[in-house]
Nanobody, 115 residues
Framework: QVQLQESGPGLVRPSQTLSLTCTVS??????????WSWIRQPPGKGLEWIGY???????YRSPSLKSRTSISRDNAKNTLSLQMNNLQPEDTAVYYC???????WGQGTQVTVSS
């Protein structure tokens, strides 16, 4: 069963760049036919899909976040990465790594944007 573990800073200052990493185990980011995705959930709100990279390396990002986000992978390390620029307080959320279908979720990592 695929296991996902997010890592990154818990606190980011406004206008700074967020970098998150998702380490994949018991699965391969280049051969499993999943959509390897980033999803976030702001406090008190629903899930928001950020984007994905598939096994072939193609990426797709939410139009509302596309200008500020980049999704990439490291095949050798079997990791998925998210970079988001110019963070603002409204970007405060729990950020999840996801693979599927079927559904595999990381435990999530809290990111707070505050000065």
């Amino acid at each position: 069963q695929v296991q996902l573990q997010e890592s990154g800073p818990g606190l980011v200052r406004p206008s700074q760049t967020l970098s998150l990493t998702c380490t994949v185990s018991a699965g391969s980011i280049t051969t499993n036919y999943y959509y390897w995705s980033w999803i976030r959930q702001p406090p008190g709100k629903g899930l928001e899909w950020i984007g994905y990279i598939n096994y072939g390396g193609s990426t797709y990002r939410s139009p509302s976040l596309k200008s500020r986000t980049s999704i990439s992978r490291d095949n050798a390390k079997n990791t998925l990465s998210l970079q988001m620029n110019n963070l603002q307080p409204e970007d405060t959320a729990v950020y999840y790594c996801y693979a599927g279908p079927p559904d595999y979720w990381g435990q999530g990592t809290q990111v707070t944007v505050s000065s």
